[in-house]
């Protein structure tokens, strides 16, 4: 998995779904508490993509664009913030845009991406939101001077959503999820990661539970790990410091994702994993 990450080959899959219906509940929730809200993405891409007449998409966004299903608030809400056409075109709209959909006047967002053209994409889909800024550049490299600098009363949500196209990727990016939560601990945080094995999300959840962080995992599996193929298997997001009404809208949503996105005779899994001082260590 050296192969530079494509955002766009992968937009809208199952789970860029996953991910954003657990996102989408996660900044509503924030947005209804009143507090300021800031929001970081470290990975943010192109914020839309337009779809070709195949692709990822088909197993993910288009099952449910096909079929909507009678589905609990989570999945309903990320729905109706993703439209189906743009000018006679497919679009998926990436996690700034659904962000910026759901965050009020005075809250405000800040993305990074590191390629230079796709920074200038994300430039062009936001539209000169005056709530966003756009930085190219290492998000997770600004992030510390970012946390110390942010108010106290502030909240801050940060979602990290590397490509994991390097293998030292899952270990240094779970680090620097520690790092930063040290330095603020009051953050809220989002980590997607992909699924095709068991094993390194598995050792990256055990480095992880040996540490001061807490947290849960929710996971979304919907084509069987045994039959393995080139296309995503499934995805987890992992919460630190998210609200109880977070994880029980992703927890009803998680099912009905999987029996609409299964890839073979309704097969998928909804895994969780939630560890707290001192009982995992």
């Known amino acids: 998995m050296n192969e530079r990450y494509s955002h766009q080959f992968h937009a809208g899959n199952v ?9 989408t509940s996660l900044v ?3 947005v209804r508490s009143g507090k300021p809200l800031h929001v970081v993405e470290t990975h943010a891409g192109a914020g839309r993509y337009a779809l070709g007449p195949t692709g990822e998409w088909t197993e993910g966004i288009g099952k449910l664009w096909a079929s909507p299903p009678a589905a609990p608030a989570g999945v309903t809400r990320f729905l109706g913030l993703a439209p189906t056409s743009e000018g006679g075109k497919r679009l998926y709209p990436g996690s700034p845009q659904l962000t910026l959909a759901l965050l009020g006047q005075g809250d405000r967002a800040s993305y990074y991406e590191l390629e230079r053209d796709t920074c200038d994409e994300l430039v062009t889909a936001l539209a000169g939101d005056p709530r966003a800024e756009v930085h190219q ?8 001077q970012l946390l110390r600098d942010a108010p106290a009363d502030q909240e801050l949500l940060v979602v990290i959503d590397p490509p994991y196209s390097l293998k030292e990727d899952w270990t240094t990016i779970p680090q620097a999820l520690v790092a930063a939560h040290a330095l603020r601990p009051q953050t809220r945080f989002l ?6 094995s068991y094993t390194r999300p598995n050792a990256m959840l055990q480095a992880l539970a040996k540490t001061e962080l807490t947290g849960i995992t929710l996971e979304l599996i919907t084509t069987p790990l045994e039959l393995q193929k080139n296309r995503l298997n499934g995805s987890g997001v992992l919460l630190v ?9 992703a927890s009803a ?3 009905v994702l999987g029996r609409l996105c299964a890839t073979h005779a309704g097969r998928y899994t909804v ?9 995992l260590r």
Do not use: C, M
């Not at 550049?137 to 510390?144: H, I, Q, R, V, Y």
């Open 137 to 144: 550049g290492d998000g997770l490299a600004a992030l510390p």
């Open 28 to 30: 509503a929730a924030l």
């Open 191 to 196: 980590l997607w990661y992909a699924l095709k």
């Open 253 to 255: 949503a998680a099912p």
């Open 15 to 23: 789970g860029d779904v996953w991910k954003h219906t657990v996102l």
């Open 271 to 279: 895994r969780s994993v939630a560890w707290a001082e001192p009982w």
């Open 241 to 249: 410091n998210a609200p109880e009404e977070v994880v029980v809208e």
